[in-house]
């Protein structure tokens, strides 16, 4: 676990912080691991122009993505993000053995199974609305259907007759703090 260097304005200086990744590293490169980075983008700057930039004192995430990048090891890296970073972009585009892939919503089909599979019922029409509107997510979607079923009596149409998101990003947001706060 990197944590942020505590009032240590300049990262690159941190003999520390040098040797923690280095440490990384080496494991990576005697061992073949899997290393995940799940949702990346929390050491981001937010706003709309934040493009890859680090929170003040994270910083050493970028130096680690960048060791990654070019240092040879045995193991495999994937960080998961909303947002790309400097480092994964520039580095994906050298043609190495970093690559970049942006994820798409599921499919319009894959959305109706996901529905049909849990009882709920309308017409082709109905399915394609609530495809378009909510079929990005599959999180989003199970917690929609499960709202339909309850609310709705399965009943599709009537769910799309409010014409209301009942579940918007801060509902997930709020779902998935009490999630990982069993963990």
């Known amino acids: 676990h990197l944590e942020p260097p505590k009032a240590q304005a300049a990262t690159e200086n941190n ?91 599921l499919q319009e089909q894959a959305v109706i199974d996901l529905l049909q599979d849990r009882d709920i019922h309308g017409t082709p029409e109905d399915f394609r609305r609530f495809a378009s509107k909510y079929g990005s997510n599959p999180l989003l979607l199970k917690l929609t259907a499960a709202t339909i079923q309850v609310t709705c009596a399965n009943n599709l149409s009537n769910f799309l007759k409010h014409d209301t998101t009942i579940v918007n990003s801060e509902f997930v947001e709020n779902t998935f703090a009490q999630y990982f706060q069993h963990w």
């Not at 060791?67 to 993000?81: D, F, R, W």
């Not at 520039?90 to 053995?97: D, E, N």
Request: charged share 30%.
């Open 15 to 105: 003999p520390q912080l040098h040797q923690k990744i280095n440490r990384l590293m080496d494991c990576l490169t005697r061992k073949r691991c899997l290393l995940v980075l799940d949702r990346f983008e929390v050491v981001l700057q937010e706003g709309t122009n934040r493009h890859g930039r680090y929170k003040p004192d994270y910083e050493a995430y970028g130096m680690l993505l960048q060791k990654l990048g070019e240092l040879p090891h045995q193991s495999c890296v994937l960080v998961l993000s909303r947002e790309q970073t400097k480092e994964v972009k520039q580095l994906a585009h050298l043609k190495g053995s970093v690559r970049d892939w942006k994820l798409e919503g």
